[in-house]
């Protein structure tokens, strides 16, 4: 599973780094990256190994972006319902939550695909990860 999460900028912005938190299970690769609206891949961190259970972990993601909406993306080759640490939505209402801030999914899992195939989000939890200006830990 592929998790799209839109952000804006404001300003043009240089990006370092990227970052998640892992779960109890590092089971595999993860990849963090950066699409444009249309759906194009900007930057990632390509393949990066989970070290450390229940630890945030970070990877080089260097990328300028002008003003306008962004999607951040992550995706784990395994299981990303037990490789991150994730807010969880109501299991009643399933991605609905997610839906209403703009969150979007796509099948597939372990890598980035240079265009993305943007759906619905139907999962009901949303792993913890972001992009940062700086280098992170």
């Not at 299970?25 to 990632?44: E, I, K, Q, R």
């Not at 945030?56 to 991150?84: K, P, R």
């Amino acid at each position: 599973l592929i998790i799209y999460v839109p952000f804006w900028v404001y300003t043009p912005t240089t990006y370092a780094n990227a970052f998640w938190y892992n779960g109890a299970g590092v089971l595999g690769n993860v990849n963090v990256g950066v699409y444009d609206v249309a759906g194009t891949l900007l930057a990632s961190t390509g393949a990066q190994v989970q070290t450390t259970i229940n630890a945030v972990q970070s990877a080089a993601l260097t990328l300028t972006v002008g003003c306008g909406q962004f999607y951040m993306a992550i995706t784990e080759s395994d299981a990303i319902t037990s490789a991150f640490v994730r807010g969880v939505g109501s299991t009643n209402l399933a991605g609905l939550s997610f839906n209403l801030v703009g969150c979007l999914q796509q099948a597939g899992a372990g890598g980035l695909p240079a265009t993305a195939t943007f759906a619905a989000m139907a999962t009901n939890y949303l792993p913890v990860f972001g992009i940062s200006t700086r280098g992170f830990i």
